[in-house]
């Protein structure tokens, strides 16, 4: 088992930043790839960025604005968000995929291991 605790979510004016933060524990050694995920109120969740071993993906709305980042020595994976805007407003929550991946890192249903999620909250 991995257990997943989010930090790092608030409150930011349009154009400002926040910086996410995951820490794993358990299982970690069994993590191919590590990921966060968002969902606005009423709408679906949604793929944000991932990290893999030594690869990084991003949906294109937040490319060249967000940075995901991962510390394998101290098990952490962090998301830099920086020119955010209120439609970057949602919960974040960090994900992990076993030892192997079973589908498309881009879907939620591939990852074993979920976050509670923090909420970030961009004012426009």
């Known amino acids: 088992q991995v257990r997943l605790v989010e930090s790092g979510g608030g409150m930011a004016q349009t154009g400002g930043s926040l910086r996410l933060s995951c820490a794993a524990s358990?299982?970690?050694?069994?993590?191919?790839?590590m990921a966060w995920f968002r969902q606005a109120s009423g709408k679906d969740r949604e793929f944000v960025a991932a990290?893999?071993?030594?690869?990084?993906y991003y949906r294109d709305s937040v490319k060249d604005r967000f940075t995901i980042s991962r510390d394998n020595a101290k098990n952490t994976v962090d998301l830099q968000m920086n020119s955010l805007k209120p439609e970057d407003t949602a919960v974040y929550h960090c994900?992990?995929?076993?030892?192997?991946?079973?589908?498309?890192?881009?879907?939620?249903?591939?990852?074993?291991?979920w976050g509670q999620g923090t909420q970030v909250t961009v004012a426009s």
């Open positions: 994900a992990a995929a076993g030892p192997s991946l079973r589908g498309s890192r881009y879907s939620q249903n591939t990852y074993d291991y």
């Open positions: 358990g299982r970690t050694f069994d993590m191919s790839i």
């Open positions: 990290v893999g071993r030594g690869n990084t």
